[in-house]
Structure formats: structure tokens, C-alpha cells
């Protein structure tokens, strides 16, 4: 991934800083239209995980739709080229104002997760005379097996709506006349491998499918969400997710009825990989036990360590050493969780030398604080770095 041209290129730089690799990212996204569109399924970029203005810009540029979940989020999804009529708002707390903002932009689907929120809309919708489409957000009480952090489709999470609700929900949508029921939306969780729980809730939906044509209420729209883990672990080796096996598992599982159109909305899968944070090594230390080495990034700049516990592959780019040493590498922050990973075996460290932090490219630079009043980070792309 780092030639030495761009290494020659990253010691020109202040750190740290985010790198994003836009080969590795068109050939993902070049990846998943393949295997979306065998089997005609419409791809929503999950905006959240990275809003850099470059990267989605690329996305929205290979058609992919959008899915939100602020009013901000739908701004810029806008402002960057994502069409209206490809934009879904999802969120457990949408604010009048951000619900104004997606009706007066004419966005493609409301993703609602409680009757109270669809009052609002609907409140809101006819004060604009606007209609509203809704796909309800439900919970299918699936687990996914991943952090606890990231499950959000089981009945104790706060997202969606549970399945004994749906009677008072169906009730609530057919008094509301600027609200139109288009389909119905799931998204169980996040960095999930184990394609078994895509399966799990591809049974689910169908129960659910059969439920809503009961009450003669026949789906347009089906929108499985996102969650497809990538490979933290291998970078290298597995820099892609298994987009194949996981579109044919859907188009196997779901029951799809003719006509109707299929969503996925991925984040983490896209842009994953294709990031990397370069921090610098400020000093190492000797502790009793340990050795550190100090990078000048810190939890500030990328917070999944200390937030989920999460493992992000750490090299030294810039060492010529021929041997390897055990460090934990810490950040500059004064918290103790500032750490970004323990017993790290990273070619002979020395003060100056480059790191960097792999697979940050999703919820890394999105997370972004100046705690401790902190510069933020700027950001790269390869394509840039190489031809300026
Ligand atoms: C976060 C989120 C996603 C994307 O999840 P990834 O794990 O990044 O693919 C999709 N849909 C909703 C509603 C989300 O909140």
C-alpha cells in the first residue's frame, strides 16, 4: 500500500494525518455495483461512516445512493452530487429541523423508528403539503455477533420499532395523509463476518413480508441496512470485503416479490480500508515493564480503540531495521485509554520514524475531536499526493 514514493511523499507532511488510498476505493466500489447489480439491488452509501467531501464525492460519482442520519448529512450528500431520490434518513432522534431539511429536499425515504416521529412528520409534511415517504424501521430482534457497542436489532437496543408495535403503527400511518408507507427498513449492527446473521434476518423479513400482506399491505421497498465487517486483522491480504457471497446470500434468502427493489446500505465495507491514519513517533519510553512508543496522534484524532475496543494493524512505514521489537503505542492525550493498541510488534522504533494506523478509513476521521484543544487532523488522497 505505501510505495516509496508516497512515503517520500507522507515526510513532507504535517502529522498526523489521514490517508485514503482511492485506488483501493474505486476498485471496492467497482466491486460492489458488480455484485450489487447481478442481482438488480440498489446500493445507499452509509454517509456516517466518513463524510470527507473527496471521498463521498467519488461515491456519489459511481451512483451509489445515500443514507443519512442527520439533516447535516443529507445536506452534504446533496452538496457533493448524491440525488435526492436516492437519499434515505435514518435515526432514532431526528429533529424538527432536520426532518424540514430532508421534506424540503425532496429525499427518497424517511427510515421512521417510533409513532412519535411519525406524527411529526407527518405535522411537518403537511405544514410544507409535502408527502412523505416512510419506510418503518423495525426491529427484528436478530443478533448480530459483534460488539456489544454495535448490535442495534435486538428488543433491549434503542433503534427501530418492535414487532408488537406494528398494529398501533399501522394505525397511526393510515391517519396520516402526507405520510406514504413505502417499505420496511432493518440494520442489525455493524463489523458483522459472520454472514449467518444476514441469513437470520433474511428470515425474519420474510415473516415480517408475510405479515404486512396480511393486512394487505404489499412492500415496495425492502432495505436490509448495512453491517459487513472488514478484515482489521489482514489489510493486505483481504483488503476487500466478500461483496459476492454476501449480495447472493440476500438474493437467496429474501422472497422477493416482482418489482420490488431491494436496499442495502453499506459503510464500513466501502470505506474501510481504504484509510490509514500516519502519525509520527514523538518519543519512546522505557516503562518498568513496557517500552512506549508515543505517536503524535491520539484518541482525539482516532477514538475506535478506546471507544469499542477496536484492533487496528499497526506498521512502522519508514524503519529499516531488520528486527522487530514489542511496544504498546500510545497517544499523546492525558487519558489512559489513550492507547492504540498493547504488545505491538513493530519493526525497531526510533523517534521521528512514521506508523501507520490501519483500516481507519470508516469511523475514523468522522470522529474526529480537539479535546485537549487539539489540531484536527488533515486528510490525503493518493491520487492528489501524486500528482501535485
Ligand atoms: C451505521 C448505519 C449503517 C452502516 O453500517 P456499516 O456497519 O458501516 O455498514 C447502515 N444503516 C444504518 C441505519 C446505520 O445507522
Known sequence: MFTT??????KELETPFYFYDTDLLDSTLAEVKKYAQRYDFTVHYAVKANTNSEIMSRIAKEGLGADCVSGNEVTQALAVGFQADDIVFAGVGKS?????????????????????????????????EKVARIALRLNPNVKANTHKYITTGLEENKFGISLSQLPEVLQVLEKCKNLELVGIHFHIGSQILDLEN?????????????????????????????????????PNSNPMSNFEAYFQLFAENIQRRPNQKIHFELGRSIVGQCGSLITKVLYLK??????????????NDLIRPSLYQAYHKIENI??????????????????????????????????????????AGAYGEVMISNYNLR??????????????
Open 5 to 10: 514514493e508516497l512515503i517520500q511523499q507522507f
Open 96 to 128: 424538527d429541523k432536520e426532518i424540514l431539511t430532508a421534506l424540503e429536499a425532496d429525499i427518497f425515504c424517511f427510515n421512521s423508528e417510533s409513532v412519535q416521529e411519525l406524527e411529526v412528520i407527518q405535522e411537518l409534511a403537511q405544514r410544507v
Open 198 to 234: 444476514f441469513r437470520n434476518l433474511c428470515q425474519r423479513l420474510n415473516e415480517i413480508q408475510d405479515t404486512f400482506e396480511e393486512k394487505n399491505l404489499p412492500l415496495k421497498h425492502i432495505n436490509v441496512g448495512g453491517g459487513l465487517g472488514i478484515d482489521y486483522r489482514s
Open 375 to 388: 489540531d484536527r487532523a488533515k486528510s490525503y488522497c493518493k491520487d492528489w499526493l501524486l500528482n501535485q
Open 286 to 299: 522505557e516503562g518498568l515493564k513496557k517500552k512506549f512508543v508515543i505517536t503524535d496522534a491520539g484518541m
Open 318 to 359: 519508514t524503519s529499516t531495521a531488520e528486527t522487530a521489537e514489542t511496544y504498546d503505542v500510545v497517544g499523546p492525550v492525558c487519558e489512559s485509554t489513550d492507547c492504540f493498541d498493547k504488545n505491538v510488534s513493530l519493526k525497531q522504533t526510533q523517534r521521528g520514524d512514521l506508523l501507520a494506523i490501519r483500516s
